[in-house]
């Protein structure tokens, strides 16, 4: 049997139209019609050209198809490949048909209309609740790591700033004295002026150290990462790294992203509101039910969120126990009985612990027994080993914790709380692994933030096409 041996010397028929390079079921010609039916004027990005005119100016729909569709093809985000794809890829030539703008001015018009690019979602959104895609009655909300452009070792505290300092100053006072040396030697001038290059190093390195030192007196944060100033540090499974939480909020209809966000924390803890926020506004609509993981279980920021608000959220201690991972002893805090009425607790042998005082500043109520009860107690050291009587803390949002909790466990909403996987880990899934996007490209929230809009945008495009079609999609954007 014969080989299929290539032949690149065969006379081929290319098209002639650069309409026909794609057929016409092609994901690309989705992305195409998308950016074609959005809303430029909502978006701040204008579509008048430069009176004067510019070689370097291309047609603001255009670039941005290319960078949607770019973010889209996994791997294919950085300026120069998305350049290169403009020569290389037959979809990209299709795209911007048969224009090739260089690595710098993609590069600039991301960078110039960051705010407009994370609209981008915003109007994705809007598009889907008109085409009943989107219901907005149930949001599952998660977080997760990704890896900021910037590297943990350029990560500034007041105590490393502090130590830096003092040692380029240690070495500036030794190559001062190492000068002076030469000078009364009389030795070759080039020395010299090595040794003042040296000098005058340290010193732009010690202004910018004691730059970032004032940053962080400014700021109040602990530390500061002087490549990106708006990543943490972060832990994960493949070490600690310079990272970005991404916050995203899903419909449970279909799981398609309603909001996503860029914030400067390592965990999920005060989050959950400020999304819940976003996300109705972007919506349009306040929505029924909203669900997330016991890492959104800060009680003071569930108490920002709308009364009518259905609220699923497991506290940590029920998660835990759900895991097998936290053990309730015979004397644990959880076998005391409040009695609200003489706002007193009762122990498991019927003593009563009263009220001590409160603490406002961390919001929490203590409660204390006498000690020579507690001491005079068969179950002393096994209970509580001190001797001034055991000690209860009560939260003052103790209550709505307790309501919290209560409605976690029921049926209707255990129901619900196991969709959240499925549904809000798919986005997080597709953008690292399908997309390749677990590192960012650009610095800074503002830019970070338009890569992540345009990132769940791509999401939400490839679940367009499996759940409607190509074909049925690209009509729907006609009409939108």
Wanted: proline share 3%.
């Amino acid at each position: 049997m014969a080989f299929n041996i290539n032949n690149r010397h065969q006379p081929i028929m290319f098209p002639a139209v650069i309409e026909d390079y794609v057929p016409a079921n092609a994901p690309v010609r989705v992305y195409d019609a998308f950016v074609d039916a959005l809303d430029f004027e909502s978006l701040g990005m204008k579509l008048v050209p430069h009176p004067k005119g510019s070689p370097d100016e291309y047609y603001p729909k255009d670039m941005l198809k290319l960078l949607l569709y770019g973010y889209s093809y996994g791997g294919t985000r950085s300026s120069r490949k998305l350049e290169r794809a403009c020569h290389d890829n037959v979809s990209f030539i299709w795209l911007m048909g048969g224009l090739k703008p260089d690595y710098r001015t993609i590069a600039r018009f991301r960078s110039d209309n960051k705010k407009a690019i994370k609209q981008v979602l915003k109007q994705c959104v809007r598009m889907c609740i008109k085409l009943n895609l989107i219901e907005g009655n149930m949001l599952f909300i998660d977080g997760s790591k990704f890896r900021a452009d910037a590297s943990i070792n350029n990560n500034w505290t007041k105590e490393r700033c502090e130590k830096h300092i003092k040692q380029i100053e240690e070495k500036i006072d030794k190559i001062v004295d190492d000068i002076e040396k030469e000078d009364t030697q009389e030795a070759n001038e080039e020395s010299l002026v090595r040794l003042k290059e040296e000098i005058r190093d340290k010193a732009i390195f010690i202004n910018k150290i004691k730059n970032v030192l004032k940053e962080l007196e400014d700021s109040g944060k602990k530390s500061i990462n002087s490549t990106d100033k708006d990543c943490v540090n972060g832990k994960s499974r493949q070490g600690t790294h310079a990272i970005h939480n991404v916050q995203v909020t899903s419909d449970g209809k279909n799981g398609l992203v309603v909001n996503a966000e860029a914030v400067g924390q390592s965990n999920d803890y005060n989050q959950f509101s400020s999304q819940v926020q976003q996300s109705t506004e972007n919506l349009g609509q306040t929505p029924n039910h909203v669900i997330a993981d016991a890492g959104f279980s800060c009680v003071e920021d569930l108490k920002k969120v709308p009364a009518e608000i259905n609220i699923i959220v497991p506290s940590r201690k029920q998660a835990q126990e759900e895991k097998g991972v936290c053990e309730v002893g015979e004397f644990d805090r959880t076998k005391f009985i409040y009695d609200e009425k003489r706002n007193e607790y009762i122990c498991p042998k019927n003593r009563r612990l009263t009220y001590r005082g409160a603490n406002k500043e961390t919001g929490q109520w203590m409660y204390k027994t006498q000690g020579h009860i507690c001491r005079a107690c068969e179950h002393f050291g096994k209970c509580t080993k001190n001797r001034t009587g055991r000690k209860i803390i009560r939260m003052m949002d103790e209550k709505f914790k307790e309501k919290l909790e209560a409605n976690y466990k029921k049926p209707e909403n255990q129901k619900i709380y196991a969709l959240r996987k499925e549904i809000i880990e798919h986005p997080f899934g597709h953008l690292k692994r399908n997309l390749g996007a677990g590192q960012f490209l650009l610095r800074g929230k503002e830019k970070v933030d338009a890569e992540v809009s345009m990132l769940a945008t791509c999401f939400n495009m490839a679940r367009l096409i499996t759940i409607v079609g190509i074909p049925n999609l690209l009509a729907k954007f006609v009409r939108v």
